[in-house]
């Protein structure tokens, strides 16, 4: 049925029926009524998913004024925050953005939707604080020495060696820089993630830190094979790197204006660290791998290159996402561009 109103211009609208199905068991969640054609996704999980399971409750009790036939009713129960729901055109398809209009998607008058379960969510800067600030602290604890990591007679004493203390300052200013860039630069499109990923990422980086540390900071380390020369070279390119890192985020940054989802094309500004845009797609991702190549030069020491070598792979497979995603998004996206490393990948 088509529900036809007249608004006060005098124009006709065409209401929508919106049935709401679960993407694994076909069952039907809910079904909304003389829904407006210009509601967004956002708008139909707040008014349908953000819920309790009730069976069969009346629209004048359950208080959604759309509602004729309903299996889930609204309520301040936090479970079915919106953040945790995917709405999808297909049980296996991709979720649709909460910005995305009603009207504007490949359905009838009568759309049918499939809802899943994303699991609890957690916000980026969240995670991003917590991954980042732990390899900050953990460093710095095999860097001074504390009991329990070496020998006794090791306890609190210092390297004689200043490449281990530069060492220190170039990891200590890289997770500073990310921890002042999530709380004044990021803008992300996406307000949270999956809870689980917190526990991985933590892994991830925590454990690379502890292991890194060990080794640089370990009383029998030993410095590079080329002296001076090589610390010196290798600080150059980590610094050098480090800046064009941040360029870059700044330039993105700009990209978009704040609590918009907006999308544009990267292009090169005055700022010289950003002209490399002109041939990557991800430049953040490839002065990224830059200092920390600048790292394991500086170090020579082998959990460093490891955790670059796979730092580098997890880059690359976002960098080819990321560009992929541009190529399709718009049509004018420069053909020169490579996702991380010009030319090559």
């Not at 079904?31 to 054609?37: A, G, H, R, S, T």
């Not at 094979?225 to 010196?232: I, L, P, R």
Request: charge should be positive; hydrophobic fraction near 40%; include cysteine.
């Amino acid at each position: 049925i088509k529900h036809l109103l007249r608004n006060y211009t005098g124009q006709t609208v065409v209401f929508f029926e919106v049935e709401i199905l679960d993407a694994k068991t076909k069952d039907k969640l809910c079904f909304l009524d003389k829904v407006e054609p210009n509601a967004t996704i956002g708008e139909i999980k707040s008014i349908t998913l953000n819920m309790n399971l009730i069976q069969n409750i009346p629209p004048e009790r359950c208080g959604c004024p759309a509602v004729t036939s309903c299996r889930l009713c609204l309520s301040t129960d936090p479970q079915w925050y919106p953040a945790r729901q995917s709405i999808r055109l297909d049980p296996k398809g991709k979720s649709l953005k909460d910005e995305d209009v009603l009207q504007q998607l490949p359905v009838g008058t009568t759309a049918t939707f499939y809802f899943r379960d994303l699991g609890a969510q957690i916000s980026w800067v969240t995670v991003f604080l917590t991954e980042y600030t732990g390899p900050l602290i953990i460093y710095l604890l095999f860097y001074f020495r504390v009991p329990f990591i070496y020998a006794p007679k090791y306890d609190f004493t210092t390297s004689k060696h200043w490449v281990v203390h530069l060492a220190c300052m170039c990891h200590s200013f890289h997770y500073v820089k990310r921890l002042l860039e999530t709380l004044f630069v990021h803008r992300f499109s996406h307000g949270t993630m999956p809870l689980r990923n917190i526990f991985k990422n933590c892994t991830y980086y925590w454990g690379f830190a502890a292991w890194m540390a060990y080794y640089i900071n370990h009383p029998l380390y030993t410095p590079p094979m080329y002296g001076e020369q090589q610390v010196t070279i290798a600080l150059m390119i980590f610094l050098f790197c480090q800046i064009g890192n941040f360029s870059i985020h700044i330039a993105l940054r700009n990209l978009r204006p704040p609590g918009s989802k907006t999308r544009k094309i990267p292009y090169p500004t005055k700022n010289p660290f950003t002209w490399v845009f002109l041939l990557v797609s991800c430049p953040n991702y490839t002065y990224e791998l830059g200092s920390w190549l600048g790292f394991t030069m500086m170090t020579q020491c082998l959990p460093v290159a490891f955790f670059t070598f796979v730092g580098f792979v997890q880059m690359t497979v976002w960098a080819k996402g990321k560009h992929r995603s541009y190529l399709k998004e718009f049509r004018d996206y420069p053909t020169l561009r490579s996702p991380i490393l010009p030319f090559i990948l």
